[in-house]
């Protein structure tokens, strides 16, 4: 039994457009379909998307992925160069993900020093209007 787009697309979280445009990119090339052309998922293929859209979130190109899929399709002599293709874009996310943990700190830091100020300037009108209310009792 197979899973219609509609399911598939509810499950994986992604538009049928989307599911169709990977299919059509070569990304989803064994995707089965009945006798009346209608596309039927295996949970196979729920595997695949779910490893391409790992890849794909985390920053790999269409184009890579494309290649990815290719070696896996021409079976267990392209494993050593499926591994490297995957350890580069590991190294790869790594080093985003420090890069970002860098961007954080810098707008935690901001947010800190903002914080700071507006206090100051809430307590400094706080203090400016205490005069003025003082003179209307």
Known sequence: MGYSVKTVSEQVNLSPHVLRYYEKEGLLPQIKRTKSGIRQYSDSDLDW?????????????????????????????TLRTRCEMLQKHKCDVQRNIEEMNRHLEKVTHKIEYFTRQYEAYAESEQETQKPADALVK
């Open 49 to 77: 998307i779910g490893l391409i859209c790992c890849l794909k979130n985390t920053g790999m190109s269409i184009r890579q992925i494309r290649d990815f899929v290719t070696l896996s399709q021409q079976g267990p002599e």
